[in-house]
Structures are given as C-alpha cells and as structure tokens.
C-alpha cells in the first residue's frame, strides 16, 4: 500500500516524499502546482521525483472529490497520508482570503472525507502552523497553551484544521496526527521565505526588508529535522484511550530555540561574504514577533530531536541556492 503525500511539489512536501521513497515506501504525489510562487522551482522538485521508482503523480487541486478519490485509490490503494498541500503565507492571506478558505478548509474537509471512505486507512498526518499562537506572550509555545485568539486568516484556517481533526477523530476513529511547523528553511525553500528573499536580495546587490526594526525572533527549523519528524508522526499514530480520548494529537516541530532575526541575518552575510544594505521598517499586519517552540511532547511521544543549528543550515541552504541558479 502506499502513502499519499499532497502538496509534493512544494518545499516540505518534496522533502517528505524523498525520505519515504528512500526508505522503500510507495508514494502517490498529489500537487495543483498553482501559480502562488515560481512553478519552475516546483517542476523542478518534482522531476526530482518522478525519476524514482513507486513514485505516481497527479496534478489535481485537493478540493476536486472525484479527482482525490482516484488519487487514494492508485498503486493498490493509500493507507497513510500526509496532507501538506495548502495556501501558505500570513500576509497574502490578508489580501486573498478567499485562497485559504479553499485550500485549507474546503481542501482539507475532502482529504479528511477520502480518508474515512479509505478502506483499512491508517493514519493521516497534515501540516498545522506556529501561527496558530497568534499573539501569546508566553515563550516557549506548548500545545497546551490557548490558541484561540488567530491574529491573521491563515492561523485560523490552522487552528480550524485541528478542529476538523479532533471532530473526525471522535465521530469516526481516524487516527490523526497535526504538526505545528516552525520556520522551515533549507535547500528547495519557497521563495517567499525571509532567507530565500534575503539571499536573493543580497547576491542581486538589493537591500533587504527587516521588519519590526529587527525585533524580532523565530524558531528556525532546518528541512532534514522536519522530515524526520514528520516521519516520525507517521509511524506512531495517536489511539484512543480508556479515557475516552480521540485518536488525534497535536505537536510543535521546532527546533527549540528562538533565534535573534539580526542573527540570522549576520550568519547570511557571513556565508556570502557580503554586508547587507537594511531597511529597517514596521511590524506588518497579522506577523507576530517571536515563535520559540516546546517540543517536550514531540520529544517524548515521537523522539524527536533536532539536530542542525542556522550556522549549519543556513551554508547548506546558500549552496543549494548558487547551485541552483547558477550564481557564482
């Protein structure tokens, strides 16, 4: 049987595809390749994978029933899925929000529906965000804490999600895992992330943008740390309890430190080899100023430990950046 993986052409979600094919999984990719940045950049991870064998693709959009319910049935029939296929992005979401109300509720009520139709489905794994913290003051964030006041629509779409995940749990028995990511950068990165944006600007001879006056902190999580514990989520699916407990769980993947953005910016300028011309400008709407995440739980349920600190992964992400686009 195989794992579906939506969202496969996009940063994590080729990533994901990569691990499980390495380690001799079946996968059937599912990506809409919309247009939200660069589709080179998505075509390009995707021929990475279509070289692979037990690799199938379908370039269908999450919210076509028909189109998913043939995706869950090929190679023999998905037992496991990991949803990572959504509209991402805080900011655009405050000038589209009609995209997240798509893709990530409407999308992800259809994979949750092909899951409970799915016979001898196992598991389902799907990506939450930090975001759902909003504005909490309280550091590191744990999923224990409140996460009821969003403070941008792509966090209440998230949040929304785990609502959805808890409801399907408890009406019919999906295990299900939701996965609060933190700041994921690395090779193959969206190029609507602050180091891709930076790198670009730098090498391009530009300023770049620093928000808030560089007050402002994250929790940066390098891809191999995520993959494994995205991994990790699947192969320990969540099962109810005595206690009347539903089979869905909710974790932080971070990396468990919560760097100085000037930092990461010294470590940029460090590896090219290049000063960067700042400005220096306002918080912007629906952005939050520090994301630190608890992993305690992850830690002790999923063992999960990351390993790569920003002066290792920041190098590694600018080599794959040069290389990729053929700077010097």
């Given at each position: ?96 929000p009609m995209d997240y109300v798509?893709?990530?509720l409407v999308g992800h009520m ?161 590896t090219l080899g290049r000063e ?53």
């Open positions: 049987m195989a794992v579906l993986v939506t969202g496969v052409a996009g940063f994590i979600g080729s990533h994901v595809a990569q691990a499980l094919l390495d380690r001799g999984d079946q996968v059937v990719g599912v990506d809409n390749m919309n247009t939200y940045y660069d589709v080179t950049l998505k075509e390009a991870r995707l021929e990475r994978l279509r070289t692979r064998n037990g690799f199938s693709f379908h370039k269908v959009d999450i919210t076509d029933e028909d189109a998913m319910t043939a995706a869950f049935a090929d190679l023999g029939g998905v037992t496991k899925a990991v949803n990572l296929a959504a509209q991402a992005g805080v900011r655009h979401s405050i000038e589209h798509r893709t990530n259809v994979v949750l529906e092909r899951c409970r139709h799915q016979p001898g489905f196992e598991h389902l794994v799907y990506a939450s965000s930090s975001s759902v913290y909003g504005g909490n003051d309280k550091y590191p964030s744990s999923v224990a804490d409140p996460v009821d006041k969003p403070i941008s629509l792509y966090a209440a779409t998230k949040k929304a999600d785990e609502l959805f995940g808890h409801c399907y749990g408890h009406l019919y028995n999906i295990p299900q895992t939701g996965l609060r990511f933190f700041t994921v950068y690395g090779p193959w990165g969206r190029p609507d992330m602050a180091l891709f944006l930076f790198t670009k600007a730098i090498l391009d001879g530009k300023p770049i943008h620093v928000f808030n006056n560089g007050d402002m902190r994250r929790d940066f999580t390098y891809i191999d740390d995520i993959v494994s514990g995205v991994l990790a989520a699947l192969d320990n699916p969540p099962a109810a309890d005595e206690d009347g407990a539903v089979p869905h769980r909710v974790y932080n993947l971070g990396n468990h430190k919560s760097e100085q953005l000037m930092d990461m910016i010294g470590v940029l300028e460090q960067a011309e700042k400005i220096f400008e306002p918080m912007q709407p629906g952005d939050v100023r520090e994301s630190y995440a608890d992993i305690a739980e992850t830690q002790r349920d999923l063992g999960f430990e990351p390993k790569t600190p920003i002066s290792d992964g920041i190098p590694r992400f600018v080599e794959w950046y040069k290389g990729f686009y053929g700077v010097a």
